[in-house]
């Protein structure tokens, strides 16, 4: 991880009681890298100056402004400032509650184990990317912007990635063998992370060699199976910190080594301690 020596990153969250399952925020990092890490939520980021570098399985790419930036839940990636200048953009973060409304209004028809999909990639599209943001800085402004506008910018905005880049799920292909297994071991991990799990237990529970078990994974979901239980980890701790928790709390009740374990790796995901993110604004 690199941080600026000329400040440290600005980064406020919140939610508007105006909008179902949606977190909000605003964020300014100068010369930072972020580690690779996931979320558990849909991420829709808009640049407002300067330019994020990001890495995915599908490559790399720069958010400039005018640029609107989709990340999926459960999406492995990476990135850091371009160039190291600077990079200000807002994002929008939305969970199963919040994609559930977004197909109830503009895919009323879509299963409930089916939601619309945003495709994750970069989308160069001003229009669309000015409109995301008036939305967000809308929600940023409660105090000025009556409830009524504040729905209405959001569902505009809502209306507009949906309807030129939304699309239901496909209904999955006929799954393979291995990578059967390879969903049953990342269901495993995430259901037993708080444990020192042993790839040889990982390897007892599919039926595979330890070598082939950990290619394999990698193969599958771009990370071997204990850096897949760190980021466990990290979404657990988030969820902790977020309901209150002290962070030396959430560390060993997640399965980090001790607190310092636990500020390091989330520092470098998330580009921020988990102090920081625990006192960031309440919700609404």
């Not at 409109?131 to 940023?140: N, R």
């Not at 394999?216 to 239980?229: E, N, R, S, V, W």
Request: proline residues 5%; hydrophobic residues 40%; contains cysteine.
């Amino acid at each position: 991880m690199e941080t600026s020596d000329k400040s440290e990153p600005e980064v406020v969250c919140w939610r508007d009681g105006a909008l179902d399952g949606a977190c909000l925020a605003s964020a300014r990092y100068g010369n930072h890298k972020f580690d690779r890490h996931l979320h558990d939520e849909l991420v829709i980021v808009m640049t407002e100056a300067g330019a994020g570098q990001c890495h995915t399985r599908a490559g790399s790419e720069i958010a400039g402004p005018g640029s609107v930036l989709v990340f999926g839940p459960g999406e492995y990636h990476s990135g850091e400032v371009w160039e190291g200048r600077e990079w200000i953009y807002r994002a929008i973060y939305l969970d199963m509650e919040g994609i559930g409304a977004l197909s109830a209004v503009f895919s009323p028809d879509a299963r409930a184990d089916k939601p619309l999909l945003i495709p994750p990639g970069l989308y160069q599209d001003p229009h669309l990317a000015g409109l995301l943001v008036k939305a967000h800085a809308s929600l940023d402004e409660r105090g000025c912007v009556s409830l009524m506008e504040r729905q209405a910018n959001w569902w505009a905005a809502m209306g507009m990635l949906v309807g030129r880049y939304g699309r239901p799920a496909e209904e999955p292909v006929e799954t393979r063998r291995e990578a059967r297994k390879m969903e049953q071991v990342r269901e495993y991990v995430a259901a037993n992370y708080e444990r020192d799990i042993s790839v040889d237990e990982l390897a007892e529970l599919v039926g595979l060699s330890r070598y082939y078990l950990t290619r394999a994974f990698c193969k599958t979901f771009g990370l071997p199976p204990h850096a897949y239980a760190t980021q466990v980890r990290l979404l657990a701790a988030k969820r902790m910190l977020a309901a209150g928790h002290t962070a030396a709390t959430a560390a060993a009740a997640v399965g980090f080594y001790d607190q310092s374990h636990l500020n390091r790796l989330f520092k470098r995901a998330y580009g921020i301690t988990p102090g920081a993110y625990a006192a960031l604004k309440p919700g609404h």
